[in-house]
């Protein structure tokens, strides 16, 4: 059975701060994606990033930047240097390779303040 | 741009009074996707079509529907809603590569579904 876990149910940071959201999955399979989705209150599910198992090397696009760790099946989410506009619900993901399911975390609130 | 289109964006029904809610792809996908996301609540994977191929999941209740006429449409029916059904439904694309997997899913905006 698969499993994505986001035990921070909501943070509330002020603008300019740093905030990591945490992810902690669980999975049989051997190939998988891990991703990242942000919700803001209009509702749509916005593609952040998608992570290959094989492929452990950090990435960072602008404030945005995400660490996986195989050996703690983690997959954290950082933004540097928050703004109101971040505030949203995101959610991580998982889905094996060869399949199409997508298993969502509960997902984190978080509120920037100005 | 390519996107994923949904519409009505907001949908008021009346209790047992069937709905249709409609999604578009200008993506080619091959996969389409209807979710259920109630409030404070991660979406719930309702059904999706691969091609043709209707998939439904377990617990899908029986009064959800839907079609899929051709590659770019794919619209979901609640037959009698009930106040239960009151979410957002998001619709999602995706490309399947057969050996490579299936590729990122791409979401609509949704649409709020509001049963009185």
């Known amino acids: 059975a698969q499993k994505v876990t986001q035990a921070q149910t909501e943070i509330s940071v002020v603008e300019k701060e740093d905030v990591t959201l945490d992810c902690v999955y669980e999975?049989?399979?051997?190939?998988?994606?891990l991703f990242w989705y942000k919700q803001p209150p209009s509702g749509e599910l916005v593609f952040l990033i998608r992570?290959?198992?094989?492929?452990?090397q950090n990435e960072i696009s602008g404030r945005y930047s995400w660490n996986f760790q195989k050996s703690t099946s983690s997959f954290n989410f950082t933004i540097t240097a928050s703004q109101v506009v971040d505030s949203a619900v995101y959610f991580c993901?998982?889905?094996?390779?060869?399949?199409?399911?997508?298993?969502f975390g509960a997902g984190t609130i978080l509120r920037v303040k100005s | 741009d390519a996107m994923v289109i949904q519409n009505p964006r907001y949908q008021v029904t009346q209790f047992g009074k069937p709905v249709t809610l409609s999604c578009s792809q200008t993506?080619?996908?091959?996969?389409m996707y209807w979710y259920q996301q109630k409030s404070s609540q991660a979406p719930k994977l309702l059904f999706h079509?691969?091609?043709?191929?209707?998939?439904n999941e377990a617990d899908t209740p029986d009064n959800f529907q839907s079609r899929r006429p051709n590659t770019s449409f794919c619209f979901l029916d609640i037959r009698s809603p009930g106040l239960g059904d009151a979410a957002m439904y998001l619709c999602?694309?995706?490309?399947?590569?057969?050996?490579?997997?299936?590729?990122?899913?791409?979401f609509g905006p949704g649409t709020r579904l509001t049963v009185l």
């Open positions: 079509y691969y091609d043709k191929d209707f998939n």
């Open positions: 999602a694309t995706s490309r399947f590569s057969g050996r490579g997997g299936t590729d990122t899913q791409y």
């Open positions: 993506l080619n996908h091959n996969v």
């Open positions: 992570r290959n198992s094989f492929d452990e």
């Open positions: 993901a998982l889905t094996p390779i060869s399949g199409n399911k997508l298993v």
């Open positions: 999975t049989r399979d051997t190939t998988y994606y």
